[in-house]
C-alpha cells in the first residue's frame, strides 16, 4: 500500500477529464493537478518550449511527493514523453496516446479511426505510429483543431454557444469525408466540450477519451508494483494552476460537479 498522491498535469483545464475518471475509478487515491494556465495552449508551440514546459511540470510535481506522474496532456505525451521518462527513471510516467490509440483499435469496426488534436499533436504523428503498430492495417485521419482549447479555457463550453458549434463542424468535416467510425478525442479539453463534438458527428460514431483511457492504464501499472493507495480509504485533492484561477474553478467544478475552490492553490514553477 502506498498512500502517497498521484501527480496530474495538463496545459490547463483538460486534464480534468482524466481526474474525473480516477475518482470514478479509484476514489481511495490521492492526486496533485496542475494546470499551467499560465502557458496554455499547448497546442501551438515547438518540441523545444513543449519539452522545458514538460519537464518543468513534472519537477513541480516531484516536489510534493508524489508516486507516480500521469501526463494528462496528449502535446506533452507527443512531444516530450522520451525526455520526461529518461530524467525519471524512479518514477512511472504515463502518458495517454498509447491507451487511447488502444481503445480505439479494439473499438472500431472499420478500421478508419479520426483524431481530433492540437496542431502539435497532429504534426507529431504519434496517433498514427501507435495506432500502426497495433493494427497496421487501419487508417487514421488526424485533424489539428487550435480553435478548441482557447475556448474551453475561456469557459466557452456550452454545446449551444454559436462558435464552438462551428468549430466543432469545421473540424469533424474531414473526418465525417474519411467515412471514420471511431473518434479519439486527442486532447483531454475535448471531453469537456464533447456534447458539441457529437452533434457534428455521425450519431453512431465511438468517442474515445484520452485521459480516461490512460487512468486504466495507471491502475494497473500502480498495482503491479505494490503502489495502489488504501482502497478502505478516500484519497485527497488538490488543485494547482499557474494562472486565470477564477475561470479554472468556474469551469473545473462545473465539468467536475464539485466545488474545487478550497482544494486550489497557486502554484508557482
Not at 486527442?186 to 485521459?211: E, F, K, N
Not at 503502489?227 to 485533492?237: C, E, F, M, V
Request: proline share 6%; net charge neutral; with cysteine.
Amino acid at each position: 500500500m502506498d498512500t502517497r498522491p498521484i501527480g496530474i498535469f495538463d496545459s490547463g483545464l483538460g486534464g480534468l477529464t482524466a481526474v474525473r475518471a480516477l475518482v470514478h475509478a479509484a476514489p481511495w487515491e490521492s492526486f496533485v493537478y496542475l494546470g499551467d494556465t499560465k502557458n496554455a495552449p499547448y497546442g501551438d508551440r515547438s518540441r523545444e518550449e513543449l519539452v522545458a514546459l514538460s519537464r518543468q511540470n513534472v519537477r513541480f510535481l516531484r516536489r510534493q511527493g508524489v508516486k507516480a506522474i500521469l501526463v494528462a496532456c496528449n502535446t506533452s505525451t507527443a512531444n516530450a514523453m522520451d525526455a520526461m521518462r529518461a530524467e525519471n527513471p524512479d518514477l512511472p510516467v504515463i502518458g495517454v496516446i498509447e491507451p487511447a490509440a488502444a481503445a480505439a483499435v479494439s473499438v472500431t469496426e472499420t478500421g478508419r479511426i479520426g483524431v481530433m488534436a492540437t496542431a502539435a499533436t497532429v504534426a507529431s504523428g504519434a496517433y498514427a505510429r501507435a495506432v500502426g503498430r497495433l493494427d497496421p492495417r487501419a487508417a487514421v485521419t488526424a485533424v489539428a483543431c487550435p480553435k478548441l482549447v482557447p475556448l474551453v479555457e475561456s469557459g466557452r463550453t456550452a454545446p449551444e454557444d454559436g462558435e464552438l458549434r462551428a468549430a466543432a463542424a469545421e473540424y469533424a468535416a474531414p473526418l465525417l469525408a474519411a467515412g471514420v467510425d471511431t473518434v479519439v478525442l486527442g486532447c483531454t479539453h475535448y471531453p469537456i466540450i464533447r456534447r458539441a463534438i457529437r452533434a457534428a458527428l455521425r450519431p453512431d460514431t465511438a468517442l474515445i477519451d484520452s485521459g480516461a483511457a490512460s487512468v486504466g492504464v495507471l491502475l494497473k501499472a500502480l498495482e503491479s508494483c505494490g503502489q495502489l493507495g488504501d482502497t478502505a480509504g478516500t484519497g485527497s485533492r488538490r488543485f494547482c494552476c499557474t494562472a486565470s484561477p477564477d475561470t479554472f474553478v468556474a469551469v473545473g467544478s462545473a465539468f467536475l460537479g464539485w466545488d474545487m475552490s478550497g482544494a486550489t492553490e497557486p502554484a508557482a514553477l
